[in-house]
């Protein structure tokens, strides 16, 4: 079992930073995968970006809407994750969302992940 909760979320203005935590409980930490999702009223969850290792290298996935705006980093001594959002966007409102998964599969679908935190909403303001 993993417990995640995010952290960090906020009101910002169009072109701001905003960066997101996410604090694992459970071992194993570094063995995870883990991820940022984000859902918007009326619309579907989505990847925002996502980690994972394979042997011994890193593999960093993000989603579309990114467009080199965000970057997912790792502290495993810490079990956090985090998520370094720049020019954000007012598309870019969301509740946000840290998941992990055990599995190590390249699918980043979110029905792929086994835990989810709670979620931390984020508005970006224009």
């Known amino acids: 079992q993993v417990q995640l909760v995010e952290s960090g979320g906020g009101l910002v203005h169009a072109g701001g930073p905003l960066r997101l935590s996410c604090i694992a409980a459970?071992?194993?930490?570094?063995?995870?995968?883990m991820g940022w999702f984000r859902q918007a009223p009326g619309k579907e969850r989505e990847l925002g970006s996502g980690?994972?290792?394979?042997?011994?290298?890193?593999?960093?996935t993000y989603g579309d809407f990114v467009k080199g705006r965000f970057t997912i980093s790792r502290d495993n001594a810490k079990k956090t994750v985090y998520l370094q959002m720049n020019s954000l966007k007012p598309e870019d409102t969301a509740v946000y969302y840290c998941?992990?998964?055990?599995?190590?599969?390249?699918?980043?679908?979110?029905?792929?992940?086994?835990?989810w935190g709670k979620g931390t909403q984020v508005t970006v303001s224009s």
């Open positions: 980690t994972r290792r394979s042997g011994s290298n890193t593999f960093y």
């Open positions: 459970g071992r194993t930490f570094s063995n995870y995968r």
């Open positions: 998941a992990a998964d055990s599995a190590g599969s390249s699918d980043w679908s979110s029905y792929a992940m086994d835990y």
